[in-house]
């Protein structure tokens, strides 16, 4: 006979120095919150309220909570036809598994938030004061376009556990009080704190970095970046690629062999790590065939006529031109070029999109379980007026059950340069080698070229890698991609949690 295991059911919050917040005294606090006017983040962040979904998630909780309470988009399908943030998609700067075994820490949450297209502001209690803390407090509880998420020891509030991450839900003025939204639900319900003992427990330091805790400000950027592609670190060679371009290539260009803009390019790709086409993704639109059928909805309309203009002017630009030329000419030197140049085939690369978009819409991506895309057709629909859309269909089978999935894909006209590739491969022009490879060139930093020692070719790389007079979508495209790129290098390096910030040019 097997014996039941208790387990544990929640825990009672320690009174004083908390104040639950459906206690008698609990709902007075917040009653005059309201009537003073601290509670106005309050209202989004209630609606998006969830409970972390393993022990250690308490900051992938936090941070879907609030990105879905500022309605930035993640760009990607949740589930279903649905597009939310959800812990398991907080993967950009951390192992989910690495995070389930040990938690993440506060620069490497302040990363994934970059990554998520959030706007972020990030604060060691060594590198502010109280006065400046309860500032910040005041300025996220009088607005809603705004949220904070603070990191602290509950030991500060004689609770058990240690380190841990919840969002600020409002501030009561007269008792100098925050609202933890608790996302440990299970444990702890919604509570108050003295501001005053909340700034002492964010004083303690993270024995795993040797790093003060502290709270990140969190916002909404003026658009959602990202629309067209995004860097990677699924694949385990990630931090080799990382470390590729951002160490090795700057080096690669103090060579006396570089003297014209080809040789610039073959210097860069042809030792580029194996795996690259892994690291830089274009974000594809996927559905189930049968939410869509031959219509498109006004949204994803929207959707895919941005990326088409960021593909546009990705195409117009002249680091492009000469990107397309130099694939055209490649030979077996550049072996990975060629690899990634191949999977240029649109019906090749439909089959691993369909299933990828088969593993999100079931909510299983990365899971060890196969999917296996038995058939592929590419076709064009009329969707606005008389412009037609590329549009990739599969069946895609996982042991018994199919299921039919749809990417729509950005196309431009079709009389542009295919780099050498057939007519037959080429419906449209869609995110392929050339552009996404230039795309990349673009988001280095910009002292990625200045060892070139060519004076007249330092000049024209320079010239053409600049994003000064990029349009303003293409250059928002790249400065997200390389902040994507500094902090993914800054976590390879294990310096996430020394350096906070993100370059914004």
């Known amino acids: 006979m097997k014996m039941a295991m208790a387990g544990l059911y929640k825990r009672v919050l320690p009174s004083p120095p908390a104040v639950d917040f459906a206690s008698s005294d609990g709902k007075q606090l917040f009653i005059e919150a309201i009537q003073n006017g601290t509670m106005e983040g ?11 979904s393993e022990p250690a998630y308490c900051g992938l909780a936090s941070l879907s909570m609030v990105l879905n309470a500022l309605a930035i988009d993640p760009g990607r399908k949740w589930k279903g036809p649905w ?22 820490s506060f620069g490497k949450l302040v990363c994934l938030a970059h990554c998520a297209g959030a706007k972020v502001e990030a604060f060691r209690s060594n590198q502010s004061t109280l006065d400046d803390f309860r500032n910040f407090v005041v300025r996220c509880s009088t607005s809603d376009d705004c949220h904070m998420i603070s990191s602290y ?69 003026h658009r959602d970046p990202g629309l067209l592609y995004t860097l990677s670190c699924k694949h385990e060679s990630w931090v080799r690629v990382a470390k590729y371009l951002m160490d090795d290539v700057p080096n690669l260009m103090k060579s006396e062999d570089l003297k014209d803009v080809h040789k610039v390019l073959l210097a860069v790709f042809s030792s580029l790590p194996s795996n690259f086409g892994e690291f830089i993704k274009w974000i594809a639109e996927v559905r189930r065939r049968e939410d869509g059928g031959q219509n498109l909805s006004q949204e994803e309309k929207g959707r895919l006529a941005l990326k088409e203009e960021v593909l546009r002017q990705v195409q117009e630009t002249g680091l492009f031109k000469h990107v397309a030329s130099f694939l055209s000419s490649v030979n077996s030197c550049c072996r990975n070029i060629l690899a990634l140049s191949h999977e240029n085939n649109l019906p090749d ?29 590419v076709t064009t629909l009329k969707a606005n007026g008389d412009k037609r859309i590329t549009l990739v269909s599969g069946t895609v089978v996982n042991g018994s059950s199919e299921q039919g999935v749809d990417v729509l894909v950005p196309s431009g006209p079709k009389n542009l340069n295919c780099c050498g590739f057939s007519a037959t491969c080429c419906i449209g022009i869609y995110p392929a080698g050339n552009d996404v490879l230039t795309a990349l060139l673009l988001a280095l930093p910009p002292e990625t070229w200045s ?39 800054k976590c390879q390096e294990n310096k996430v949690d020394e350096d906070l910030g993100a370059p914004l040019c």
């Open 42 to 52: 309050f209202y989004r962040l209630i609606s998006y309220f969830q409970t972390q």
């Open 83 to 104: 597009r939310w943030f959800d812990e398991s998609m907080l993967d950009c700067c951390e192992p989910l598994e690495k995070v389930k075994e040990k938690g993440i």
């Open 153 to 221: 020891h509950r030991a500060t509030f004689k609770q058990t556990g240690t380190g841990h991450f919840s969002p600020i839900g409002g501030y009561h003025a007269g008792r100098d009080m925050a609202l933890i939204l608790d996302v440990a639900r299970f444990k702890y319900p919604p509570h108050w704190v003295p501001v005053t003992l909340l700034w002492e427990a964010m004083g303690n330091v993270d024995e795993a970095t040797g790093q003060c805790r502290g709270f990140m400000l969190i916002s909404r950027p």
């Open 349 to 377: 690369i439909a089959a691993g999109v369909c299933c990828q978009g088969a593993e999100l819409l079931a909510g299983k991506f990365g899971s060890p379980e196969s999917y296996c895309c038995r058939e592929t057709c």
């Open 451 to 489: 060892g070139i020692k060519d004076e007249k070719l330092l000049y024209e790389i320079n010239s053409l890698v600049s994003t000064k007079n990029l349009p303003t979508l293409l250059q928002e495209e790249v400065l997200h991609l390389r902040r994507q790129l500094h902090l993914l290098k």
